[in-house]
């Protein structure tokens, strides 16, 4: 009989409700933040000798942490590759994925997931050997080219060679890494990323100064992170960490300048750090929540000069993203 | 005397839920019941949160645009023109390709080192042995990975490509042969290759029967060879050889023309077919092994030499151990190819579980879509490997 009653509780456990839309609860009660990162990536995820992970996209992780659990560290990391990493999502592996990934409509709707913002704005570029002296990337007709499966750099590259009436072959990698040692070991006369990407993936082939990116950038690729569809309170949780990222860094708040930010009488700042209002419970979360984000991860400036800009081995200038009032368009909605 | 025997009491008759028969059958419809309960949930469940976290379902992506390109298609495939059903044909062809390619390398080297092994010579059956210990042990993704690199590594790079007499070229972005182009003409050549094939049959059967009748033999393998391949190139020369060969050409970054075999190929079709001959050796040896010493000693008092006693004495008996576990070597090989992944040999797994399934999202219908090709692929060798199980199997009279 004990027997029986099993399989009926297996019966109901298989037919229940689904994955349940508390994502926010199912979060604190784990005490833990399951984020889907790129793993192999130098500035956006990767983890050091020390196991430490670092990066933009982990860095934005730590920021919903420190939000929601009050602790940067509270993440478990989950490195995915580009071809698993809707799955993950789709599936609960993953509370959030931060894995430079371009927000694309048919991802958007299709998949049943939902993009926050853009914590990136990137384009796809190529490496090649200074060897070949390419200069430009309409020279690569008939070149093969080695790309990572399962993103939008694929159907760009396709895309680009045949509205160019150029010949492609195209060599399809699992992961960005094997894609990489392909090109290295000669199998290919081109490695084709998103320019960010390419700017750390030079750094990794055996001679890097012999290899050269082209000028030309051939598509979009705004990138960020993402969340299932069905959880609007998590959706709006995840998407405004991110804002109040950039919103902090437009208003000058800190990690450093945060003890000064707290004084501050500028009712801008004020309902930024919750001195004012009640938006961080609107959230469901604690008035503090923005100050958590910058005391333990930084705003958007800062991650960005740590992780990928002047002050890392990448050395990308901001471009376009740069704040809206600085010459770019990195541009958040007001916390109010 | 029966007569007297007291007459035997009806069995009582047992309450039908005691009946062993009865009760049997029951447990078969409950269990059946549950089974049938648990993936109908399971599936109603799937189906659920796919439309509650509004992931599309079905299959209406099989005609849309696929948008990518694929390095290696059997069939006409373009990035714009093709769909995601197209694609996955490429992928599949491709499976089939490499793995029934390797299934014959694998077996053709595997009799070869299995028998090796037996061998009375030291050297010869000391390296099969080392060969099979060595490469057994080794895990196949590993040896792939050694076999990738092994070849993009030793191999030129295209400007300092080695170009082979005949109009070869090799460099680490493949193999380029000359591809025979037909021009007309070209029929006798056919008909005399089909008019020779019959021949030989008609020879085999002719030459069997009088083996049979007379115990004569005759030269079964000469005659075919000259029927088979030298009648048609008889007739191709006679008829002014009518073929012509467009040479692959080097460009700015590849060779143009000629048929291409790409590394990823090579290197795929070299690992599993090395690996899994490893395997089919050692079954060869114990098929071998399980034919009686007596029956070779039998023959040898008979006056039959090693050879044939090898080929017409102990290898047909032991094709009956050797077969059914072979089958299970060829399913192996066909579903190790999958591993294609990891080098970029665009296999069915690759393309459609991994490309199509990532573009599309649709993880639940990609994946059984694969699942069961796989398995209609893996039953249909098994199917077909029965059949000559059947035949070679001892006729008893």
């Not at chain 2, 949160?49 to 849309?64: C, D, E, K, P, Y």
């Not at chain 2, 460009?251 to 048929?259: L, S």
Request: glycine share 8%; aromatic share 10%.
């Amino acid at each position: 009989m004990k027997r029986f009653a099993t399989l009926v509780a297996l019966v109901l456990v298989m037919t229940a409700q689904g994955v349940s839309a508390q994502t926010l609860k199912a979060v604190k009660d784990r005490g833990m933040l399951n984020c889907g990162a790129n793993g192999s990536l130098a500035g956006f995820g990767l983890p050091d000798a020390q196991g430490k992970w670092a990066g933009l996209d982990v860095d934005f992780c730590r920021a919903i942490a420190a939000a929601v659990l009050n602790d940067a560290n509270k993440v478990k990391y989950v490195p995915l590759s580009a071809k698993d990493r809707f799955t993950a999502l789709q599936s609960g592996e993953i509370d959030v994925l931060a894995r430079n990934t371009t927000w694309t409509s048919s991802r958007d709707t299709s998949l049943g997931l939902n993009f926050v913002g853009v914590n990136y704005y990137d384009g796809q570029g190529f490496l090649v050997r200074k060897s070949l002296k390419v200069n430009s990337a309409l020279e690569l007709n008939g070149a093969s080219v080695c790309v990572q499966q399962g993103t939008t750099t694929e159907l760009n590259l396709a895309d680009y060679f045949g509205a160019n009436k150029m010949q492609l072959k195209s060599v399809t990698f699992a992961t960005a890494n094997e894609a990489l040692k392909a090109y290295d070991a000669g199998r290919c006369d081109s490695y084709t990323t998103d320019a960010s990407a390419l700017y750390a993936e030079r750094l990794r082939v055996s001679n890097p100064d012999d290899h050269v990116i082209l000028p030309e950038i051939i598509s979009k690729e705004p990138l960020g992170p993402v969340v299932r569809h069905g959880d609007d309170q998590w959706y709006d949780i995840v998407k405004w960490t991110l804002f109040a990222m950039i919103d902090a860094e437009e208003l000058n708040i800190s990690s450093k300048t945060l003890d000064e930010a707290m004084k501050s009488p500028n009712p801008e700042i004020k309902r930024f750090v919750g001195t004012e209002g009640n938006y961080g419970e609107q959230l469901g979360l604690t008035k503090d929540w923005a100050v958590r984000i910058i005391k333990q991860v930084g705003n958007y400036g800062e991650s960005f000069e740590r992780n990928v800009g002047m002050s890392s081995p990448l050395k990308i200038e901001r471009g376009l993203n740069k704040l809206w009032t600085k010459g770019g368009i990195q541009y958040a909605p007001p916390i109010r | 005397m029966p007569s007297d025997l007291p007459a035997q009491p009806r069995p009582a008759r047992v309450v039908f839920y005691n009946d062993p028969k009865v009760r049997s059958i029951a447990y078969q419809l409950v269990l059946c019941t549950v089974v049938a309960l648990l993936v109908y949930g399971a599936a109603r469940n799937a189906i659920d949160n796919l439309a509650r976290a509004q992931i599309a379902s079905g299959f209406g992506f099989w005609n849309q645009t696929a948008g990518f390109d694929i390095s290696q298609t059997l069939i006409e495939y373009s990035s714009r023109g093709s769909t995601y059903g197209r694609a996955f044909w490429v992928g599949l062809l491709n499976t089939l390709l490499v793995a029934g390619l390797g299934i014959v390398f694998a077996t053709i080297i595997g009799f070869i080192v299995g028998i090796s092994r037996l061998s009375s010579n030291w050297l010869l059956a000391k390296a099969a042995g080392g060969y099979v210990e060595i490469i057994r042990n080794l895990p196949l993704l590993l040896q792939l990975l050694f076999w990738y690199n092994a070849v993009l590594k030793a191999l030129p790079d295209i400007r300092e490509s080695i170009a082979i007499p005949g109009g070869v070229i090799l460099n680490n972005r493949g193999f380029f042969l000359p591809l025979p182009i037909l021009k007309g003409g070209l029929g006798f050549v056919e008909l005399s290759l089909l008019a020779g094939i019959v021949a030989a049959i008609a020879f085999y059967v002719w030459a069997r029967k009088r083996q049979e009748r007379t115990g004569q033999r005759a030269p079964v393998l000469a005659v075919t060879l000259l029927l088979v391949i030298g009648l048609p190139l008889a007739v191709f020369a006679v008829v002014g050889r009518p073929i012509g060969f467009e040479f692959p050409q080097a460009g700015r970054f590849n060779i143009a023309g000629g048929i291409e075999v790409l590394p990823e190929f090579v290197a795929l079709l070299f690992g599993l077919s090395i690996y899994t001959a490893a395997f089919i050796a050692e079954v060869v040896r114990a098929g071998i092994l399980a034919v009686s010493r007596g029956q070779s000693e039998a023959a040898y008092s008979l006056g039959l030499r090693p050879g044939p006693t090898l080929r017409l004495i102990v290898v047909p008996q032991a094709m009956r151990v050797i077969i059914p576990p072979l089958t299970s070597q060829y399913l192996n090989l066909t579903k190790n190819s999958s591993l294609a992944v990891a080098i970029g040999y665009p296999d069915l797994v690759q393309v459609f579980t991994g490309t199509v399934l990532n573009q599309t999202g649709q993880a639940v219908e990609v994946v059984a879509i694969t699942m069961l090709v796989y398995l209609v692929i893996s039953l249909a060798t098994s199917l077909i490997m029965n059949l000559y199980n059947r035949r070679m199997a001892l006729v008893e009279r």
